[in-house]
């Protein structure tokens, strides 16, 4: 049947064909979809590959096809295949990536694409509860989780809003550098208006998730927690916040992030300064930068964001570098999305999914392979293997375009570490504003702050008005300041020291019963993917644990030493393989020591499949007295 439908003929002009030839199987279930020649190249690094290689008559072809089997679909004929799972879904993930897929990301998708949800666990009505530290993006999932679980909880968040970090990152230029189709809750998908959402745009989708879900009667505002103590007589735990209240739960989830506590370094002389100076994550709302001069201290990602932002504001901008970092393009940073591909998200049935499954593999692991050390690799100063040696010539080639006719600039802006050994970066405009005539690039620290200006430790002095710390979080203090005394009266930062956190899954840690740790040590994203993905396997993983807890009448359960010990042994061995111990860098992953703490060593699908489903023989399981 030919569609004549004007709307989505024309929506389909913006449709990312790799995405839409899964959908045509799907619907019409003819397997001449799956050959040649209907089968898309392979996307190349982080492009979308939207015309997917196919030549015009071959994708005008397809559009057409799709638009007849959506009126057959309308009209109310069922998709022929509606559910694909196993080897039929890893088949058509080949077909829309344009390469080979192990059969665990079919696995994997399949979850996330809802042809296989997991599960659905309901507690029964034990009075088992909950306390949540933290509304952000973990903590509203954990609420989310927890009351399909039909577990009571409280979530106490120190701001008068959710969001989270979210929240609290006003700067200038603040937004997501993952795809926001992948970063964002895989139940509750919105049409964002770019590819790569801004800071407003994330905080509103938050803000509507909590709506949608009712999470606002749930969520304490302005309740800030300063200690939660473990009572093991009753089983419970108590937490106190600054006003003086204190709630008991049974269970108690931390989701207080690994980027929230602003790390505003010791520079003499920095509380001398006359104007306004302040760290990125407290972005003054009546902030005027129009004609002042502005001194920017760091350049990683918040840096990275905020100096173009306000790159022509300011009347003189200066940007301190101690070092610096890989820049990879990305084509589609600022593009507005066409405001047809909401048509196609609504009327092509899995389409939405398609492009996710395919954002989701072009984004998650792909580069992880890269990142293991080669020992035979006869140049580790500058790679790690001869793949990091090719992302450093595409990096390099990149920036001397960017930076073309300025060797100056090229010097100070090329790295000599290998790519990805800090955070990896995407362009947002910065080289650019690095040319600019009123943008001044300094490559060094600062040194010591006065009351009209900064000077680095090269002696380079530079007058300021405003003074812009883009300095980072403490990432190695999980939870701090926040006191949590487990067992006995421990304290968790006793037992983690000031930055060698650890814990089996980087959730829950010996001696401290019933407590949950969301975005914990180990368990950041070095290599690539969202983070959203993480917390939803996280939180399915202690939900799934509490439930049993009510169903087998448990009152704790608390991880076993050994358990905890060999997690970590295999974490730190995997990440001896790995780039983020090379001595070419600093990086806020590792400790002092050299210990990686923050970083996860293993795929996303690995970390997946270990917290698909607590094992109860982990735990030392107390049954209730
Ligand atoms: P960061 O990556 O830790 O960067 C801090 C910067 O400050 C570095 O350049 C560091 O230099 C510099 N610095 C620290 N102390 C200094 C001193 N005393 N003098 C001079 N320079 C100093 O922090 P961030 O940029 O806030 O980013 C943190 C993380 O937040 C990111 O890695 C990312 O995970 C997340 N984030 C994401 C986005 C996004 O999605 N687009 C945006 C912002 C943040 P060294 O490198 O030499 O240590």
Redesign the pocket.
């Known amino acids: 049947m030919a569609s004549t439908d004007p709307e989505l003929l024309r929506a389909l002009e913006h449709a990312n064909l790799p995405s839409l030839v899964p959908v045509l199987h799907q619907l019409t279930g003819d397997r001449r979809w799956l050959r040649d020649p209907y089968r898309p190249t392979r996307s190349r690094g982080m492009d979308d590959n939207d015309q997917g290689g196919f030549a015009p008559g071959v994708a005008a072809e397809i559009r057409t096809a799709v638009a007849a089997a959506v009126a057959a679909h309308d009209a109310g004929r069922p998709p022929a295949v509606p559910a694909p799972t196993g080897e039929a879904l890893r088949e058509l993930l080949e077909l829309a990536n344009g390469e080979p897929v192990a059969p665990e990301y079919a696995e994997m998708l399949a979850e996330d694409m809802g042809f296989a949800p997991a599960p659905a666990r309901v507690a029964p009505g034990t009075g088992i509860d909950a306390v949540v530290i933290g509304a952000g993006v973990s903590g509203m999932l954990a609420a989310i989780k927890l009351a399909e679980a039909g577990i009571a909880h409280v979530v106490l968040e120190k701001n008068d809003d959710v969001g989270g970090g979210w929240y609290e990152n006003t700067y200038p230029g ?5 795809p926001s189709q992948l970063y964002s809750y895989s139940f509750h998908p919105r049409d964002w208006s770019t590819h790569f959402g801004k800071r407003d745009e994330v905080q509103a989708y938050l803000r509507d998730v909590a709506d949608t879900h009712g999470l606002r009667d749930r969520i304490r505002f302005g309740t800030e927690v300063v200690g939660a103590d473990w009572d093991d007589e009753r089983g419970t735990w108590t937490t106190r916040t600054a006003d003086g209240a204190a709630f008991t739960s049974r269970i108690l989830v931390s989701a207080t992030g690994a ?1 929230n506590r602003p790390r505003v ?1 010791d ?1 003499p002389g920095l509380d001398t300064f006359a104007g306004p100076a302040f760290h ?1 994550a407290r972005w003054p709302a009546d902030l005027d930068l129009d004609g002042r001069r502005v001194a920017v ?7 990275m ?1 905020v100096v173009p932002a306000i790159a022509g504001r300011a009347r003189e901008l200066t940007v ?4 610096p970092q890989w820049v990879a393009p990305n084509d589609v940073y600022f593009t507005p999305v066409d405001p047809a591909v909401a048509v196609l998200m609504a009327r092509v049935p899995f389409y939405r999914r398609w492009y996710r499954a395919r954002l989701a593999w072009n984004f998650n692991d792909r580069v992880h392979a890269s990142l293991q050390v080669d020992p035979e690799w006869e140049h580790p100063q500058r790679s790690v293997n001869a793949v990091n040696d090719a992302h450093r010539r595409v990096f390099t080639r990149y920036l001397e375009s960017e930076l073309d006719g300025r060797p100056d600039l090229v010097a100070k802006a090329l790295p000599t570490y290998p790519p990805f050994g ?2 990896m970066l995407l362009d947002n405009g910065w080289y650019r504003a690095l040319r600019r005539d009123d943008v001044t690039l300094v490559t060094e ?2 040194a010591e702050v006065t009351p009209t200006g900064l000077r680095g430790d090269g002696g380079t002095e530079v007058a300021a008005d405003v003074v812009v710390l ?4 403490h990432t190695h203090r999980y939870l701090w300041p926040i006191e949590i005394r487990g067992r006995d009266g421990v304290r968790l930062d006793d037992v983690w020291g000031p930055e060698d956190a650890r814990a089996h899954l980087g959730i829950t840690v010996p001696g401290f019963p019933n407590l949950f740790v969301t975005c914990g040590p180990g368990t950041v994203l070095g290599h690539g993917g969202s983070y959203i993905t993480i917390a939803e396997c996280q939180v399915r993983y202690l939900v799934d644990l509490v439930v049993t807890m009510a169903e087998k009448g448990l009152r704790s359960v608390e991880v076993r030493p050994e358990v905890e010990a060999e997690w970590t042994r295999r974490h730190d061995e995997a990440h001896a393989r790995m780039l983020w111990t090379h001595p070419g860098m ?1 990086n ?1 992953y590792r400790n002092a020591a050299g210990r990686v703490v923050c970083t996860m060593p293993w795929r996303i699908v690995d970390y997946w499949r270990m917290t698909r489903a607590a094992d109860l023989a982990d735990f030392r399981a107390e049954p209730a007295r």
Do not use: E, M, Y
């Open positions: 603040a937004g997501v550098d993952t980027l370094p520079i990125t201290v760091g350049a990683g990602a918040s840096a964001q301190f570098q101690r070092s800090k955070r620290a600062v883009a300095t980072g979080f600093t806020w």
